[in-house]
């Protein structure tokens, strides 16, 4: 059986020979690990234009955890000045072996960097690769899906232990620390994404950082933390409320937003508009007179990047596949006051299968801790 | 007394206009933060056509630390669409006012960014500005190295209490994961950069991530952390040892690489070729023998950004000023066995003022832990 990342850039042959591109030049980090298995520090890899594809990157530091041996079939190349740009020495490489024309990820390059490899590709046209990669990323496999759901229970159990220890008095700087160290604790590589860890006024927002303000009595508390696992990176959001009893402001905000939340993750199906799922998680919202200040999205996949396609926004194009991985995570924030957001990674999977397999478990229910 | 913020933009338009450049729309976030003394998500300042700049930027979330008011000479535009390209809006703002060129930031723009920046200002040519504001962040006024000493003092103390804890047993991870939970605990805004923890074989590399190796006695242990203060990164690594007694190479290797540190230190002077210091670092690995596989660099600016200009590497252009902080740190790595680096991180001063001034005071001797 061939090597899953040589089956990997097979595909990406196929799509590019199916648009007449001979030879591909991949530079963005996840889409270099994604057709190698690995992703040394400033690696360029040359899918064609011969049989061969060639991956070449700097001296890799000794004990690189990204530095799995790539598969034998893939020429590898390290090159000879550390400081070097691995992306112009393999543009160089397809010249020589009289590529047609050279794709490259023009989302990735910058126009100066692009500017260095045609000065070397004496006359090789070059054209846009665009998100091809991107693009093979969208439907994971099994063991994709297997790093993910992994991922998920490391981050559930980081925040089951959080939410048996006291939380009153404690920063959300430090809330957020105590979650990075747990994950790794329970085996991450490494948190997904910036931990966040919002309190009071600063709950139910997107991408809080976590600052000083310490938690009080009656706050509500948003938590979004993930994992990286095998590359694979998760995320799950929480909000809480602290003390004895929840006011009936955060009640009602909390079973709104559960319920917009509900709605999405229903709504998630092989097939279904991703902009149809933003619309079923943003319609309750907005219903409810919340629609000022919601964020742009209602979700996201998550991969090797915790941010990837398919974007679940009112102006997304396309329809869901079955084992694609997304989030669903619609928020409310009442400046001054705080708010909600509930956050879970879920993979799309066909009402025969069960429907929408939900990876992170951590109850939803509204706790006061 | 002018805003600083202005007083800098105000040197940004007079260089332009030494090139003939009516308007600049500045995109790098250190760069931008630089010039308006915030960086909200996805900000793009436009300086000039006009005697107006104009900072345009997402909804900020709440609670944004980065989010100080832009001063009041600074017009600033929130775009209506959360996810749209700050970037394209000022450029587009750019053509409605006329400018006769746009410079812009093509080390720091994508081709795919480019591209649509030129389709909404029609007709209007866009040139490079370079590293036009990379070049006035080199030199720091007092109010940056004040912020850069409070960041070596934080990093030193997270660093000193490390040293009083049992180190034996503990794993990579854990010692990093603590290292930046102290860096918090002493005020830093967070770590500067990843923390790299190397133990044994994984001691002295220059940028390895910390693994689930444990600290055995004998072994070396290298740890490399900075403390992120105002938006100001600073920098420190030391190399210690396990167990009561260092082994003969272990006190040789470190005595020559604290060699090659200090006279890499000694070189930093005003006028001094940025490639002199990195010939005085290197020189004595080399001439032990220890060429072969050094860091490309020896050392590097620090700021905004934990690597900026200045390089201190062997092609590095042009020559030091007063009042640039930099880092130097040699460092040897023998495969299998493990290496010794040493990092702090320094202001160039003249010799009429004691020459350089050292900001990461964590003693250099070989300390046995």
Redesign the interface.
């Known amino acids: 059986m061939a090597d899953v990342h040589t089956t990997r850039r097979a595909r990406l042959r196929d799509r590019c020979a199916a648009t007449g591109v001979t030879a591909a030049l991949v530079t963005g980090p996840a889409n270099v690990r994604y057709l190698t298995g690995c992703a040394p520090?400033g690696a360029a890899l040359l899918v064609g234009p011969g049989p061969e594809d060639t991956l070449v990157h700097l001296?890799p530091?000794?004990?690189?955890?990204d530095r799995d041996e790539p598969p034998d079939d893939l020429r590898s190349i390290v090159l000879p000045?550390?400081?070097g740009d691995a992306a112009v020495a393999a543009a160089e490489l397809a010249g020589e072996q009289r590529a047609g024309s050279l794709a490259v990820e023009?989302?990735?390059?910058?126009?100066?960097r692009?500017?260095a490899l045609r000065s070397v590709t004496a006359g090789l046209p070059l054209s846009?690769l665009g998100g091809a990669v991107e693009q093979l990323r969208l439907v994971k496999d099994e063991h994709e899906i297997a790093a993910l759901r992994i991922a998920a229970e490391i981050a559930d159990q980081a925040l089951g232990e959080l939410l048996e220890s006291i939380l009153v008095g404690r920063t959300e700087?430090?809330l957020a620390?105590?979650l990075?160290?747990r994950l790794?604790d329970h085996g991450a590589e490494g948190p997904a994404f910036p931990t966040s860890v919002?309190t009071g006024?600063?709950s139910g927002?997107?991408?809080?950082?976590p600052?000083d303000r310490r938690v009080e009595e009656g706050d509500f508390l948003t938590v979004r933390l993930g994992a990286r696992y095998r590359g694979y990176r998760c995320e799950v959001g929480r909000t809480f409320v602290i003390g004895t009893a929840p006011a009936s402001w955060q009640i009602e905000l909390y079973e709104l937003v559960f319920e917009a939340q509900r709605a999405g993750r229903e709504a998630l199906a092989p097939g279904v508009a991703c902009r149809d799922v933003d619309r079923a998680t943003r319609q309750p919202l907005i219903a409810a007179g919340h629609g000022e200040?919601l964020?742009?999205?209602s979700g996201h996949g998550v991969g090797l990047e915790i941010d990837e396609d398919p974007r679940l926004?009112p102006?997304a194009m396309g329809k869901l596949d079955a084992c694609v991985p997304v989030t669903v995570e619609p928020g409310v924030?009442l400046?001054g006051r705080g708010g909600v957001r509930i956050d879970d990674t879920l993979v799309v999977r066909p009402l025969a299968d069960g429907g929408p397999e939900l990876l992170t478990i951590t109850t939803k229910e509204l706790l006061a801790l």
């Open positions: 520090q001296r530091p000794p004990e690189d955890p000045t550390p400081d023009e989302h990735h390059l910058t126009v100066t692009h500017r846009d700087r430090h620390l105590e990075e160290r790794v919002g006024p600063n927002t997107a991408r809080h950082l600052s200040g964020a742009p999205w926004s102006a924030h400046p």
